[in-house]
């Protein structure tokens, strides 16, 4: 049995930006209510990367709210619209990946998005199962169906074209290939950020044209990064990732910046927004609410043990100036030492703690790496290799070096 539409209503409409349209959500509230039938929630996720962050969660923490509420959720893996690369909030075509790098990425968001859905009661697609099937044919009568003037009229596009800036013809298909998944798993109401609001219309269209009744478009808030400044992503490191340890998702909540708490608040927790209005009015000094704030990340993810043993961590490594209780040992092997020493570069990689030498090198020269509390500036540095010296990159990444027998 559904709740009534009011309290539906309550539970949908938190988070949310763009709903096109709310009285045609409200009708498909209430003729489900009454047919005692489940709509059908569509979200789409394409596996462009292995890992998926809090700010990518959003719109999955909203489907898991409509499954909450008795509706059917469905999870389009975009296994064909990956390779094309979706155009939404960049000034460049983006470079296609390979299909077997997007089937590689698959597997772990699905494992990452059954930390927030219930997928034994989710309808999981690849969109190549239609895709796989059409012919060169069929895509041409999909295109058929868009004109280049509504193409433009998506301002990604027009602000490419306007500062000539290429856009190649493949980017024009990537809406249509999200409006068409829209027909093939007959979608009620489709979930998105703000930047996927043009591919979400665009399915209603779709819809109409096929003569189904379209789809309600969602949107959630694209997140700013713990950075403050841009959206969150892993390439800008500004990110909180749904599978990091409850200390590095404590450590990283830490540092968000105190006007973004409220925003994080909403859409990173599951506190109502009663406790929410509570506990940023109740505290006094900020740092006591951030605290709350990490808490609740830490918790959403892992549980209310876990939160509470990562704020204690971050006290006695922060406010007490004492290790953290656990840090990894990372061997090195005398191979990579010259005269018993290594580059410091190539120690922070082999840590783990940079994919790459440049990056580790700017780490370096932004002061925050430190061997035995000594900061290292120089990213040049050759450094004598002992067992049992402690590496520190950043405010929260350790490692204890052992050398390797």
Known sequence: MFKDVDEQLEVILRGTVDIVTKEELIKKLKRSYEENKPLRIKLGLDPTAPDIHIGNA???????????????????????????????????????????????NATTYLSQAGKILDLKKTEVVYNSEWFKKMTFHDVIQLAAKMTVARMMERDDFTKRYSAGIPISVHEFIYPLMQGYDSIMVKSDVELGGTDQLFSLLVGRDL??????EPQVALTTPLLEGIDGNKKMSKSLGNYIGVTETPTEMFGKAMSIPDNLMHKYFELATDLSIKEINHLLNVHIHPRASKVSLAKAIVQRYHDKKDAEAASAEFDRIFKEHELPDKIPDVEISGEELTDGKIWVVRLIVLCGFSATNGEARRLVQQGGVSVNNDSVNDPTLNIEIKTGMILKVGKRRFARIVMKK
Do not use: C, W
């Open 207 to 212: 819809q109409r044209d096929a003569g189904v």
């Open 58 to 104: 959003i719109p999955i923490h909203k489907l898991r709210s409509f499954q909450s509420l008795g509706h059917t959720a469905i999870l389009i893996i975009g296994d064909y619209t990956a390779t094309v690369g979706d155009p939404s909030g960049v000034n460049k075509t983006r470079p296609m990946i390979t299909y077997e790098k997007v089937l590689e």
